[in-house]
């Protein structure tokens, strides 16, 4: 493909309008080199002599000498970049060496392990790999299996005796290997390595439940006999090395520089045109997506459309179909979690063969998901990370070949401080990747699950910390423990607690979405986000079609839908309140009070809004009488400067008017100094806080407990406040609009918002 060709038909298109505002080419690279400290096993030679390897990249030499070293390495280099090369042959070399040797890969997916496993087998069997191990056995394509919830009862036991290489992930592991330990002591006993493939998607909630699971397997280990070393995969995040210490809980040494080559890459940022004179509402990034699809496939181009959301994949699906001629609609498919797993393989194969030239999918295929030589990305809003965006963005031109990414944007502060600033997003050092394992809300029910497996003593304090002896206490306390010998066992009452935590999310319960009509479950949806998701008159997509929710069922946890027909989506409108509970700690910055501490937030879910398909117009408004959601959790707050307040006051301008708006903007810019999505946070904003007596900002993590991130904005204060003021002053509308000031979840209507005023409190914090 000639990417340098399709970006110029683009933009010689009679519906272009100027969106191209920045284009980044990404010249080719060549190889570097690195050299082993040790010769690895003659079949290994051999093996990478038949796949016409001649040699290894720097990064894959580096990893290798440092694993060989008996160290534990984490690898962030880019996507494409033969990191599962070093894992594999320190595994393969151990199993040759050893016939008692295991290993236990792990990946985010069921999907990703099922590719990773076709990839490895075709190792073990079409390169024939059956020489005698040094202790006379033979290496068979059936010592690597996935175990995983798709894996039939009748093939478990035969894997957990026979399989060197098991492939799982991390919900499998923390529901159905740690709790039946026994059954895999021989696997435990000697267990080599552990690979943690994409290991930069375990942040937030969902990175904090891993990092309790890996110390339980860590903790079994020990009582098994052995010490596997640990091997990490990750895209290029800012704290590789830090992400996996606090991931595993052991010392880690970081392999970040890339030697491998790669094509030349044309990066587009696409902002969608203005509608008004007023400069206040661009045209839709779905339909802006769903045009760049439409001409990707029309001219025969192998392209892949990222969107945030579920419902947004299927939004852009049906966008692109619509506009596309007959013969190609049945090119393009939507692709996402809640799938069935044959409809997700069928999509995957036909992708992979050819069958279908364009792909509209969530993050599932941000991962290393083999789907074969794309020639372009788009990504519909930024993801939420620079680590991200870049491991979208190298699915395509995953070899020496030009490749074209966009990164269209949303109308959202974020999005549009990108597209005015887009040296930061090319120069800018990456994300920085957090969890918090010891929110209590986390580590509490993980407690219950090691002490189930294995009673707990005061040194397993090791692997769960110095918080551990107190929440011990509180389990007691609840009846869930008790301590005998001094060792803590479950009481009578408790039985397999590990099925009652869902470590994708802090609530463990999800609500059924039912077809009303034909009585069949559609899909699961998580509790904490069901009364955003699926209120009554919400419309529900799913696999391109339209439903209506009927009614949500609180108690019962269902959801009643009904097919439809309609051209509109649905939005959710919240307002919260926010009581401080602790203060942990404060500073001083440029002269003004910022403040961290532990708080109780409560969300209300006030109404909802119908907004148009294409122009994402609002239709109408409705108001939802539902119940609202507590949670302790964590926040950052600040004082506002008195000489800003009296700034505002003779302008006469709206101080309320100026610190919600203020709010909104540096909530919508935080994801940019943290690993987190804009849903990992919210914000309150009030001239007078009975707490504190003062008027005040709060920033908090949208989590019980707290996950990090609202640390992480204290931390970083002085740059969240320049570049909200940098993302305010740059926009181009006169009051205030989405790409600025303005929240589309915002329960009040954004009222009051002052532009104005907030870019005058902005300029008294940064001064």
Known sequence: MD??????????????????????????????????????????????????????????????????????????????????????????????????SRALYIFPTKALAQDQLRSLKQILSDLSLRAPTSRGEAISPRDAATFDGDTPQSERANIRKQARVVLTNPDMLHLGILPNHQSWSRFFRNLKYVVIDETHIYTGVFGSHVANVLRRLRRLCIFYGSSPQFICCSATIANPQEHAQNIIGLPFEAVVEDGSPHGEKYFTFWNPPFLDEAKTSRRSPNSEAAFLLRELVQRDIRGLVFARTRKLTELIYIYTRDQLPPPLRDKISPYRAG?????????????FNGELLGLVATTALELGINIGDLDATVLTGYPGSIASAWQQAGRSGRSTYSSLSFLVALQNPLDQYLMRNPDFFFSKNFDNAIINPAN????????????????????????FGASMSAMLAELEQEGMLRKRQERWHPTPS?????????????????????????????????????????????????????YLIKELDLVRRIAWAEPVSADYYTQTMEITDIRVTKLLKE???????????????????????????????VITQEPLDLPPQQFPTKALWFDLPQKAIARITDAGLDFHGGLHACEHAAIGILPLFALC??????????PFHPDTGRAQIFIYDAHPGGIG????????????????????????????????????????????????????LLEELVA
């Open 3 to 100: 990417a340098a060709a399709f970006l110029h038909h683009i933009v010689s298109l009679p519906d272009y309008r100027q969106q191209v505002v920045h284009i980044e080419r990404i010249p080719a690279q060549g190889p570097r080199y690195g050299k082993l400290d040790k010769p690895i096993h003659p079949e290994l030679q051999a093996c990478l002599k038949y796949l016409s390897i001649s040699a290894l990249y720097s990064h894959q030499a580096k990893a290798l000498n440092a694993i060989s070293a008996g160290k534990n390495v984490i690898i962030a280099t880019p996507s494409a970049s033969g990191k599962t090369l070093c894992y594999q042959l320190a595994t393969l070399e151990a199993l040759l060496r050893d016939k008692n």
């Open 339 to 351: 799938y069935l797993p044959e409809d997700r393989r069928r999509i995957e194969h036909q992708f």
């Open 440 to 463: 209590p809300y986390i580590l509490k029910p993980h407690l219950l699950c090691a002490a189930w497996e294995k009673p707990l003593e005061d040194r397993d304090e090791e692997f």
């Open 494 to 546: 408790i039985s397999y607690p590990a099925q009652d935590i869902n470590i994708r999310s802090t609530s463990g319960q999800s609500y059924a979405v039912i077809d009303g009509q034909q009585g069949q479950l559609l899909e699961t949806v998580e509790a904490s986000v069901a009364i955003f998701q699926i209120h009554p008159g919400a419309i529900y997509l799913h696999q391109g079609e339209s």
């Open 587 to 617: 500073k001083d910055c440029h002269g003004v009070k910022v403040y961290f501490g532990d708080v109780d937030v409560t969300t209300t879910v006030v109404g909802f809004k119908r907004l148009k398909q294409f122009t994402e117009e």
């Open 677 to 686: 999505d804009r849903n990992d946070i919210g914000g309150v904003s009030t």
């Open 709 to 760: 991130i609202a640390e992480k904005g204290f931390e970083i204060i002085a740059d969240l406040w320049q570049a909200t003021l940098k993302a305010v002053e740059g926009c181009p509308c006169a009051d205030g609009c989405p790409s600025c000031v303005q929240s589309p979840k915002c329960g009040n209507n954004n009222q009051p918002l002052d532009k104005e005023a907030a870019a005058i």
